[in-house]
């Protein structure tokens, strides 16, 4: 088995077809849904992509791996913080695969051999080994500039932009980092990005701007216009796999590190676009596709709860290895399966509201720890040892408008502690 891994950056899962968005953005994601498993409710980590990918491929949360922001990722990548830890990626290596992909040598301590950025010719190179590809597409992460006719494709025919609307939708499609005049970006004040400065469409670049509710169509045509160039890739990229006959030999995942909000608190991107970031499900809310015919069902939709925790136990699994360190995710095998409907009661996430782009000095956090039914969240700022908590009934609020932390004491309780365990791992491991 072959594992192709894409993941492609803030992709909501609420714009894909298979997620009943009647919009035509998604036919090729919507081909591995039908033929594989689709997770209804899979949760991220955390609103900015460099604690998700971590999670992902360790099992581990970000209580447990602590990294959460630059200064974890410099200690991490540049001074050897992880030196001599055998991580499922060296597991997956030792068992005879290639571990490559596109623009991996930043989460080198996580396993990764090389940078292997086309996949075409890495496929035509190596379609008769065993391999772990890491397909990293950006379509969906700002700036949204799709082609033209993809724009014009999913804008509503009644929408009829004034000039002050268009000027923002020029912003949307050239800036990465949109965010309002009481904030400021880490790159705004010449800090050096130890992640390096992007790629050719998504070089570091930023505006003010303040948006309007009359925006919102717009805003979505240009974000629908690029879900659809991500599906075009991941079209071609199974004709590929099918022309050199190992579609059905290649486990294809289809995930994202996390959410974007697209306007429903007033601003575009996430944490570290827009420097307002939430742990609202727009935020954190990704899609999860698994499809390998030889052992996965077709057609199958998972609606419990999971975290992005639980992948690599599950691949782990497929593939009949151990994982070489404690995880803290479970494998999906026995939901897929049918063997229980069972499975954990809470997940977790945490983010600064700045995500990449805090100013240093800047420690205040957002937790979240997520239900079925129940989401509490805790905004905390140790520069004024303050905490703001909010709760929100996800029944019947599922848009996350009525706080009821006031009113509902006895959940909130609940939710309190068990995020408190967590926060007390963090401080375990700290420490």
């Known amino acids: 088995m072959n594992i192709l891994f894409i993941l492609d950056d803030a992709l909501r899962p609420a714009h894909l077809g298979c997620h009943g968005y009647p919009k035509p953005t998604s036919p090729n994601c919507d081909r591995l849904a ?50 001599g830890r055998r991580l499922p990626l060296h597991v997956l290596a030792e068992a005879g695969y290639l571990v490559d992909g596109e623009l991996v040598s930043r989460w080198a301590p996580l396993g990764f051999t090389r940078d ?4 075409d010719a890495y496929l035509d190179a190596h379609h008769g080994d065993k391999w772990f590809y890491f397909a990293a597409p950006y379509p969906t992460h700002l700036p949204y500039n799709p082609p033209q006719e993809y724009y014009e494709r999913f804008l509503d025919p009644d929408f009829q932009p004034d000039e002050d609307t268009l000027r923002r939708l020029d912003i949307v499609r050239t800036r990465m980092i949109l965010h309002p005049p009481d904030v400021t970006a880490a790159m705004e004040t010449d800090q050096e990005d130890v992640i390096g400065e992007g790629d050719e469409a998504h070089k570091r670049s930023s505006a003010i701007v303040e948006f309007e509710q009359r925006d919102t169509p717009g805003v979505h045509a240009l974000y629908d216009g690029e879900v659809r160039v991500f599906d075009d890739l991941v079209g071609h990229w199974l004709d590929k796999l099918e022309s050199l006959g190992i579609l059905d ?55 419990q709860q999971i975290s992005q925790i639980d992948f690599m136990p599950t691949l782990l699994d497929l593939l009949g290895l151990e994982s070489p360190l404690p995880p803290d995710g479970t494998s999906l095998l026995p939901l897929i399966e049918g063997k229980t409907t069972d499975f954990r009661a809470e997940v977790y996430a945490e983010t600064p509201p700045a995500g990449w782009q805090a100013l240093p000095g800047d420690e205040r956090r957002i937790w979240c720890v997520r239900t079925t039914e129940w989401k509490l969240i805790v905004n905390w700022d140790p520069n004024t040892g303050t905490e703001i908590s909010e709760l929100y009934d996800l029944a019947d609020d599922p848009g996350e408008q009525k706080n009821v932390y006031e009113t509902e004491t006895t959940v909130a309780a609940r939710l309190r502690t068990a995020l408190d365990r967590q926060l007390e791992q963090r401080r375990r491991n700290d420490g």
Not at 116 to 119: I, K, P, R, T
Request: with cysteine; net charge neutral.
């Open 116 to 119: 292997q950025n086309d996949l």
């Open 34 to 83: 039908a033929e594989g498993v689709r997770f209804e409710n899979c949760v991220s980590v955390s609103a900015h992509t460099f604690p998700p990918i971590v999670s992902l491929l360790t099992g581990q949360t970000p209580f447990t791996h602590g990294m959460m922001a630059p200064r974890d990722y410099e200690r991490w990548l540049k001074h050897d913080a992880w030196r």
């Open 249 to 303: 030999d290649t486990l294809v995942v289809v995930t994202s590190d996390h959410g974007e909000e697209l306007l429903e608190r007033g601003h575009v991107g996430h944490t570290s676009c827009n420097l307002k970031g939430t742990l609202y499900d727009e935020s954190i809310r990704v899609p999860l596709i698994l499809r390998y015919p030889k052992r996965l069902p077709a057609g199958k939709v998972i609606r």
